[in-house]
């Protein structure tokens, strides 16, 4: 059988069970451990039975066993860099992307060209931190999490990269205690308890990762009620955050940095995603 049968078949096999077809030619890049390119070269090739044996190994888990394939694969690409993912780690998503990018871009407005001290609280793969250090050499990102696990995922990533990311481990800002920062970042878990979350990402994602307390605010609060310490007089807090948290993120941040201005960002699909708190002097 050519590869291109196989393919063929396969993904019918995927819209048979209501699974992306897109799956199949990522699952046989892994596989066979080459690019697209050179899988479309070998399209009209006997494909061997070594590698069916083990596509369809891996296909199963897929498709029945309701694997994420990014953790079937290993890896997730995330602003261009394929990170190393496990169980032991959220799966970086595209919100997550802009928020990097809205980072990178209120860096340039109001600090370039300046050395800035960046933390990422929760760092999971290291996703934001590792992409932040390697897109802005003038940020030193220090980031922190409290498993042990994911900070093994996420220093692996950073060797990956040569990214010069510090990792610490800890809860919440204890491990940043006795530091200042310029820009204090978080994407922390903000799913609120006892939402409905679809079974192939609370089965498999850690729950650690995934839920923000009762009402998905928990670790807002927390962060924004003891971070002052932290910043330096000019600082800039990211958050990512819950699509329909706007105004209680307002309200978070008018509390505790009254005088700050604040703004909340949409995502690609318009949803309310972001939250940038500017502290101290700030002109605009
Ligand atoms: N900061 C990591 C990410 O954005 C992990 C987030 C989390 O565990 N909630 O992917």
């Known amino acids: 059988m050519t590869y291109q049968q196989f393919i063929k078949d396969k993904e019918k096999l995927a819209i048979e069970n209501e699974k992306e077809e897109s799956s199949v030619v990522l699952?046989?890049?892994?596989?066979?451990?080459?690019?697209?390119?050179d899988l479309y070269l070998?399209?009209?090739?006997?494909?061997?039975?070594?590698?069916?044996?083990?596509?369809?190994?891996?296909?199963?888990?897929?498709?029945?066993d309701n694997k994420p394939i990014q953790y079937l694969i290993g890896t997730s690409c995330f602003y261009g860099y394929d990170f190393i993912v496990n169980e032991n780690v959220l799966i970086p998503r595209y919100e997550t992307e802009e928020l990097v990018e809205n980072i990178l871009y209120r860096y340039d407005d109001y600090f370039k060209g300046q050395k800035v001290d960046v933390c990422d609280l929760a760092t999971g793969s290291g996703c934001i931190a590792?992409?932040?250090?390697?897109?802005?050499?003038?940020?030193?990102?220090?980031?922190?999490?409290?498993?042990?696990?994911?900070?093994?995922?996420?220093?692996?990533?950073?060797?990956?990269?040569?990214?010069?990311?510090?990792?610490?481990?800890?809860?919440?800002?204890?491990?940043?205690?006795?530091?200042?920062?310029?820009?204090?970042?978080?994407?922390?878990?903000?799913?609120p308890d006892d939402e409905d979350v679809?079974?192939?990402?609370?089965?498999?994602?850690?729950?650690?990762?995934?839920?923000?307390?009762?009402?998905?605010?928990?670790?807002y609060r927390i962060i924004?009620?003891?971070v002052k310490p932290l910043l330096k007089e000019k600082a800039i807090i990211a958050f990512e955050h819950g699509y329909d948290k706007k105004e209680e993120m307002i309200k978070l941040a008018n509390t505790y940095f009254p005088d700050s201005r604040v703004e909340v960002l949409k995502d690609l699909e318009g949803k309310d995603r972001m939250t940038f708190i500017y502290v101290g002097d700030f002109d605009e």
Do not use: W
Request: aromatic share 12%; proline share 3%; charged share 30%.
């Open 224 to 226: 924004l009620s003891g």
């Open 42 to 64: 070998r399209m009209f090739d006997e494909i061997d039975d070594e590698i069916i044996k083990d596509f369809n190994k891996i296909f199963d888990a897929y498709l029945y």
């Open 198 to 219: 679809m079974s192939l990402v609370k089965d498999n994602e850690p729950n650690i990762a995934l839920f923000g307390g009762n009402d998905g605010m928990k670790f």
């Open 27 to 37: 699952l046989l890049e892994h596989v066979c451990q080459i690019e697209t390119n």
């Open 130 to 191: 590792i992409s932040l250090a390697l897109e802005e050499k003038n940020m030193k990102v220090v980031a922190s999490d409290i498993s042990f696990e994911a900070l093994e995922v996420a220093k692996k990533n950073n060797e990956k990269f040569n990214a010069n990311v510090e990792f610490l481990q800890g809860d919440m800002l204890k491990p940043f205690e006795g530091r200042r920062f310029d820009i204090f970042v978080s994407n922390p878990p903000y799913i």
